[in-house]
């Protein structure tokens, strides 16, 4: 059996893609705008070895795979795809067929991350964000662009640009949280200082923000002092749980959830309430998974071996009940899943558009890991696989003040 006619067999000859691998056989639709190539053995021992898309992401990686044509387009058809009813007999043949590629399975690359201690301890956290976001600061400049936003932006229209939604973004949060002019506000997770900056030079606010990721935190201070703003705004090289200062007025947490794990939801919300004033407001924004019944982790998934190590997603009504349960009163919320989809549309764009310069900053496999990355999570939030929620809450008084108006006007 050649390569090409496994693959037309599982996925089917009709599905929009051109195959060819290294024994000469093709396959898919001939002529397809879409290329998939095995061009090793290697690649075969990698899919057989981890099934799924652990075994395709080192295959891909590794180079041993390769897609010519739009890699988002490639990940669609190919996603979704119909799988055949093949029988029993003919599995059966192509497992002995393909068995002697068991015994060359590649060990796992580099890319793949590495932690130690125990599961969402201080020590192992600090490894995990460091794994994924101190990268290169100049590679996350040429992707994230001006903002340095790593969160879904929010588009005012269909033709906005990036750095036009990702201020809206930022300007939704302060709108949401009510934010005037002398308020004390706490931002965990603050990424490279995008809405810490916003907050203080727009409304007059202080901020103390705070990140895991040390390259993270240089950058954001350095901007901080270019805008004049070392007053109102001090970032922090910290763990959430190492700020020491209560009473803030407002606090936000913006794409730091993900990070947590679902076991540690109570001390994680029961923490930031110790923080806020009564009728104090908490803006919750992170992305969940779209199925309640889906497992919260999958240990071997590409995103987790390779992008985000030991995140974990839950539905929104998780998220929000592990909320109330803290005594958090929920407010307001709302699914940004579409704009998550644009906002990765966009950092694909412009990753290819300096590819060659990212290549040279962080390396092809690395590159190869966010372009895969990169296209795999629009994809997924543009079936609704994935979707992306900003919850508000207060902590309502013991008298039930929460502070809020009748209405919330986001306008």
Known sequence: MRIAEAFDRLAGPETDVEFIAYDGS?????????????????????????PGQLGVARAYVAGDLDVSGDLYTAFDRLATAAVRDISW????RMARHFAPFFLQKPPPPP??????????????????????????????????????????????????????????????VCRKLGLEAGMRVLDVGCGW???????????????????????????????????????????RHSDYRAVPETGFDR????????????????????????????GGRLLNHCITRTDPNERTLTRNGF??????????????GTLIDAMER????VQHEEN????????????????????????????????????????ASQWGFTRNRIQLHQVLATRTSAAGDSGMPLRLRLG
């Not at 940004?336 to 496999?365: F, K, P, S």
Request: charged share 25%.
């Open 26 to 50: 093709k396959g898919g639709r001939i002529g397809s705008d879409v290329r998939l190539e095995v061009k090793s053995p290697r690649a075969i021992a990698a899919l057989l070895g981890a």
């Open 326 to 329: 803290q005594h958090l009163e």
């Open 193 to 235: 200082g995008g809405f810490a900056l916003h907050a203080a030079a727009n409304y007059g606010v202080e901020v103390i923000a705070v990140t895991l990721s040390e390259q993270q935190a240089r950058w954001g201070q350095r901007a901080v002092v270019e805008a004049g703003l070392e007053g109102l705004v001090e970032i």
């Open 89 to 92: 007999a003919e599995k059966a």
């Open 111 to 172: 890319e793949e991350a590495r932690v130690n201690g125990g599961k969402h301890s201080r020590r192992r956290d600090a490894q995990v964000i460091s794994h994924h976001y101190d990268v290169s600061n100049r590679f996350y400049e040429w992707v994230l662009g001006p903002t340095m936003a790593y969160t879904c932006a929010v588009f005012p229209g269909p033709d906005a640009t990036l750095e036009q939604a990702q201020e809206e973004k930022f300007d939704l």
């Open 251 to 278: 606090i936000a947490s913006i794409g730091l959830t993900e990070h947590i794990g679902k076991a540690n939801y109570a001390d994680y919300f029961g923490f930031l309430r110790s923080r806020l004033v009564d």
């Open 303 to 316: 995103i987790n071996r390779y992008v985000f190590p030991d995140g974990e997603l839950v539905h929104v």
């Open 336 to 375: 940004l899943r579409v704009h998550y989809a644009m906002t990765l549309r966009l950092w694909l764009e412009n990753l290819e558009e300096h590819w060659d310069e990212a290549v040279q900053e962080v390396g092809l496999r690395k590159a190869r890991v966010w372009r895969l990355y990169l296209a």
